[in-house]
């Protein structure tokens, strides 16, 4: 693994060629010294998909949900060393533990583990040192909302299409992300199977009524960036 903030060219290619995921595939600046541009909304670094423009000043990536990036735009984007890898949730969906507790966070993952163990299912990983987060992928090319469950010690999340998650790089602590079993491929799971798999985290970890995401949300655009084609253009 070579030395860089962002993912490395080997992650580019196992995200993009091995796994397929090209056109759902983004770049997070993940070097907390850059700057952002003046005009820009962005509030921070590391976490939401964005890019260099002139001046290598950073901008986010506008309109990124409706974002199908291209071959090209990836082979690109995978020489840049400051970038992170973001997934939009289309292809690929993920159930992000952001459990600040050590104790739960392992009873929760062992659950997920014995309870997909059941329907003959294992879930690659991401997880980084340090920490008690973490989040497990899976295929489902339904179109799915965003769904939380609140915990004593923070929440589960349920990522779908109009949200992205880093799959590579480094997180703003630092530390990089790693991936347990993920070069083997990101099973597949129904709609039906996550249902009840998500039914039994709330009955048992959820300490309030699950929040779900409203149709209305989904179908508004997420920023009023410039857009990636022409802030692609003026490099």
Known sequence: MDN??????????????????????????????????????LKSLGKTPSIYG??????????????????????????????SICLIGRQVKAIDCDITDQSLSEQIHKFIDKYLHGIGVSLPVRWRDGSSKFLMAFSCQEATLKRVIKTEH?????????????????HDSGVRY?????????????????????????ENFGVEPEIRERERKALEVDTDEPILKKLEEKN
Not at 154 to 170: K, M, P, S
Not at 179 to 200: Q, R, T
């Open 154 to 170: 923070g929440i589960i999340e349920f990522l779908g299409n109009r949200q992205q998650f880093l799959v590579a790089g480094t």
């Open 4 to 41: 860089r903030l962002g993912a490395t060219e080997k992650e580019w290619f196992l995200f993009s060629e091995l796994l397929g995921l090209t056109s759902d595939l983004l770049p997070a600046v993940a070097n907390q010294k850059a700057q952002i541009a003046p005009e820009s909304k």
């Open 178 to 202: 790693q991936w347990h079993c993920i070069d083997s491929g990101i099973p597949e799971l129904s709609m039906m199977e996550f249902d009840g798999l998500w039914k039994a985290l709330q």
């Open 54 to 83: 002139r001046n290598r000043l950073v901008y986010g990536v506008g309109n990124w949900t409706a974002k199908q990036s291209t071959p090209a735009e990836v082979d690109r984007w995978s020489k840049e060393p400051d970038y």
